[in-house]
């Protein structure tokens, strides 16, 4: 069995075949697919999804990209709908600086405010970093103990990896580690503990090698799964059993 702790296949770029790659996903030996939300539109687009497969489970977040957007109303409604919804996660939530720090108090905020909840709900958090490393860390870590979660599709240094472990974190990869030149996360495929990795796609985003540069789907967790095991010298089974067995453990999964 192979978990995708990241997907997004309610996106509409899955609209005229959705159903085709949900097969392909199972054919694939997906068996448990985490839909993760990012506003309140996607995590009701998750929920919905959730109730008519069981191959899917639900996540609620408020990406940091809302951040300049969200109001008291807004956080209510999200409060109100995670107390209200069996979800498997809080996130994806995070900081993003890619395209500048103008709303960078407000993210942290926003963030802050998330943990907090997830530390309410007993419920692991996934993270969103891009170009806000120490910021992120920082706020994760004065939850210290508190939380647990997953960094996800982890872009990050190895030595920087081995300080999110020591808070109790796990490392996703996705399709970045098959790329030719992602050397950093090549050494952190082989050097990571196996009970501290997980897996994803990220779909419709970050397509692995032989598809980067057109729509990721959850059946191509595959090659991930197939160059981690390249990497470290072992069985893509070993790769597929230990990082379902970390999902599972990680985010409460049944069965």
């Known amino acids: 069995m192979i978990i995708d702790t990241h ?45 008519k497969d069981a191959v899917f489970y639900p996540t609620a977040g408020l990406h940091p990209s809302l951040a300049s957007s969200v109001n008291e109303q807004m956080l209510d ?17 995070g900081l993003d600086y890619h395209y500048g720090k ?20 007993n419920l692991p958090v996934i993270i969103h970093m891009r170009d806000a490393q120490q910021d992120t860390f920082q706020i994760v870590r004065s939850f210290a103990g508190k939380i647990t979660g997953v960094m996800h599709c982890y872009s990050g240094s190895w030595e920087m990896a081995r300080e999110w472990i020591k808070l109790g974190f796990y490392i996703s990869l996705g399709g970045p580690v098959t790329f030719k030149n992602a050397n950093e996360s090549k050494k952190i495929a082989q050097e990571i503990p196996l009970d501290r990795l997980l897996v994803e796609t990220d779909c419709p985003y ?10 990721n789907e959850t059946a ?18 070993e790769v597929a059993q230990k990082t379902t067995e970390n999902a599972m453990k990680l985010f ?3 069965g």
């Open 7 to 51: 997907s997004h296949l309610f996106d509409e770029q899955f609209d005229s075949d959705r159903q085709e790659c949900i097969r392909r996903a199972k054919q694939a030996n997906i068996e448990k697919i985490l839909l993760v939300g990012f506003s309140s539109e996607t995590n009701r687009q998750a929920m919905e999804m959730s109730q």
């Open 220 to 237: 191509y967790i595959v090659y991930v799964i197939e160059e981690i095991a390249r990497l470290r010298g072992i069985s893509f089974e």
């Open 206 to 215: 970050l397509a692995p090698t032989p598809y980067r540069g057109n729509r």
């Open 77 to 93: 409604e999200y409060t109100e709908w995670v107390e209200n919804h069996r979800i498997y996660a809080i996130g994806e939530c």
């Open 252 to 254: 409460h999964l049944e």
């Open 102 to 121: 103008e709303d960078m108090d407000k993210q942290k905020e926003l963030f802050r405010f998330q943990l907090e909840l997830a530390q309410k709900k």
